[in-house]
């Protein structure tokens, strides 16, 4: 082996350093992003399954932020991992509170109201006539 040859080599293995540091550090930066995810995301499933068995909202995990969208809708969103990093999770979900409605018993239909409000030929139709 010559000196050209070392001192190329050398060269490119300097410029080519710094990307395969970073490439071999992208599976541990996947692995921790996965983990925030998972944290947060339990986070707000949780709230949510809890929030929409019992019909009241649960105390707000630290970590997470509720919203009010109105008639019974929350948004909520949770955050884990660290600020500076590019490795934070943010995730956001969606729930709805069951609304309590009060219904009225309607009057009974009478025949004679029934009869009365259709068309002859609807009732020639029915009986086949």
Known sequence: MNITSVVVSAALMGTMAPAVANMSLQPMM????????????????????????????????DHCELGNLGDGAY?????????SSN??????????????????????LHLTHLVSSLDTNVLLMIHGV
């Open 30 to 61: 996947a692995t921790k992003r996965a983990n925030n995810f998972s944290v947060a995301e339990s986070s707000v499933v949780t709230f949510s399954a809890k929030a929409e068995k019992d019909n009241v909202l649960p105390e707000v995990p």
């Open 75 to 83: 948004s909520i969103t949770c955050v884990a991992g660290e600020d």
């Open 87 to 108: 490795r934070l999770s943010l995730v956001p979900s969606g729930l709805r509170m069951m609304v309590m409605v009060t219904l009225t018993q309607p009057e009974p």
